[in-house]
């Protein structure tokens, strides 16, 4: 099936730094989400992607939906500790044209925050 | 803003038993979903439901398992027989219609099957 790998796995850095993940496919992907998961918590919808070369906003968060289609990428700009969490990129898998919009996800960038 | 509710918050069961996860998606959104997250790992699809059916599983998703949107409101997941392997948090997540795919979670179940 479809698989979504994230890099870095995990991240460490000083509060007020910016931050940099990505977000990459072996196959094509028509939308692109990022999530956010805090401990214990359902994670939450931060980003959406719908157009290949797409930069959104949201906040101090900008994504981008790859020229490609196979990857994407999530800046964080000017960190504070609350950035703290568990990041996933998502993709609704398309199966012979039929899609009921499952979620494939990465395996997630953990950001750790110091103050 | 409208949210998806998820009870219990935790539950703990043995194994062999039944279980019952209880989610109330969002009140205008057509599709809904159950993901299971085993600890310290990704998030994985179960089963979309759509039109009072699934349309849609996963291999994890076997006859222990079935999902029933009983009433107007709540989605539920049923595991007949729990294995110790089933503990994991469970979260049920609901989206608007066919344009557009962007899926909210609720917070979660956690059960520990012992």
């Known amino acids: 099936g479809q698989q979504l790998n994230q890099s870095p796995q995990s991240m460490f850095i000083q509060e007020g730094e910016d931050v940099s993940m990505n977000c990459t496919s072996s196959s094509i992907f028509n939308t692109w989400l990022w999530y956010k998961q805090d401990p214990g918590e359902g994670p939450v919808l931060l980003i959406a992607?719908?157009?290949?070369?797409e930069l959104t906003s949201n906040g101090r968060l900008t994504a981008q939906f790859g020229i490609t289609r196979k990857d994407s990428f999530l800046n964080i700009s000017a960190s504070i500790p609350s950035d703290v969490g568990i990041y996933f990129c998502?993709?609704?898998?398309?199966?012979?044209?039929?899609?009921?919009?499952?979620?494939?996800f990465g395996q997630g960038t953990i950001l750790t925050v110091h103050p | 803003e409208p949210e998806v509710t998820q009870t219990p918050s935790h539950q703990v069961t043995q194994m062999g038993q039944e279980v019952i996860l209880r989610c109330v998606p969002i009140s205008n959104h057509l599709y809904f979903y159950w993901y299971r997250q085993i600890l310290g790992q990704k998030v994985e699809f179960l089963v979309s439901?759509?039109?009072?059916?699934?349309?849609?599983k996963s291999e994890i998703f076997d006859d222990q398992f079935s999902v029933e949107r009983p009433d107007g409101s709540n989605f539920t997941l049923k595991i007949r027989s729990t294995k110790l392997e089933d503990s994991a948090m469970y979260f049920c997540?609901?989206?608007?219609?066919?344009?557009?795919?962007?899926?909210?979670f609720g917070p979660g179940t956690r059960l520990t099957v012992t």
């Open positions: 997540a609901s989206r608007l219609g066919t344009v557009r795919y962007e899926q909210y």
């Open positions: 439901f759509y039109n009072n059916e699934i349309s849609e």
């Open positions: 998502a993709g609704p898998s398309d199966a012979g044209g039929t899609s009921y919009g499952k979620l494939t």
């Open positions: 992607l719908y157009k290949a070369g």
